[in-house]
């Protein structure tokens, strides 16, 4: 059984631990470097990337968590999780960090003030079965990717209807949306098989 870390600095982190324990994985949180060395993967999850960003650097977890990435630790972010896995970011703060791994450029609160959250159907081919209801809150979009990564799943109807909103690169998985707030637990048993193919 791979345990996954779940980045425990700001954000949703009860919900995704149980999450990954209902998907067959050991759960724990990671908030210091020795707790991120413990782990076989890592969740990041939402909430506001600019204050994860300061958190991570002040607790002095944000090189060894490059390095780990580096190395082809997997992870997966949700929402503020996917603006600091993306090599890119648009409409950041002015000295906004991001961990990277994944070659996109990932645009803040993309889908406008007026839209702080909705909620919509998302396909993901590789996952499969009936669409996820995907909620959205103050969320990212992707708005480039490079080579290498693979698009999992786009915004099918609305004004941003197009828009990428889940990828992969490698062991590196993203979504826009929470996944943890609807019950449907596929991404987070996509993650663990993820996991427990790298380990
Ligand atoms: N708007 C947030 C940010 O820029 C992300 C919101 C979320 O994670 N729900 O970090």
């Known amino acids: 059984t791979p345990t996954i ?3 425990a600095l700001q954000g949703d982190v009860a919900e995704h631990l149980r999450a990954l324990e209902r998907g067959g994985a050991k759960a ?3 908030r210091r470097p020795e707790e991120l060395a413990a782990v076989d ?3 990041l999850p939402g909430g506001e990337s600019t204050t994860i960003d300061k958190l991570l650097r002040a607790f002095e977890l944000m090189e060894p968590l490059r390095a780990r990435i580096a190395d082809g630790m997997p992870a997966y972010g949700s929402c503020a999780g996917m603006i600091l896995l993306a090599d890119q970011i ?3 703060m002015a000295d906004q960090q991001t961990i990277g791994g994944i070659d996109m450029v990932v645009r803040r ?3 406008g003030r007026q839209v702080d959250s909705f909620e919509g159907e ?5 996952i499969g079965g009936e669409p996820f209801r995907a909620v959205f809150i103050r969320a990212p979009w992707v708005e480039k990717t490079g080579g290498e990564v693979d698009v999992l799943a786009r915004v099918e109807s609305g ?3 197009g828009r990428i ?3 992969r690169q490698g062991n590196l998985l993203a979504t826009s949306f929470h996944p943890e707030v609807t019950g449907d637990l596929r991404v987070h048993d996509h993650f663990v098989s993820i996991v427990k193919d790298a380990t």
């Open 165 to 167: 909103v889940a990828v």
């Open 122 to 126: 998302v396909q993901i081919e590789q």
């Open 159 to 161: 004004p941003a209807a």
């Open 28 to 30: 724990q949180r990671v």
């Open 90 to 92: 648009e409409g950041g």
């Open 41 to 43: 993967a890592l969740l």
């Open 5 to 7: 870390g779940v980045l």
């Open 109 to 111: 609160n993309a889908f």
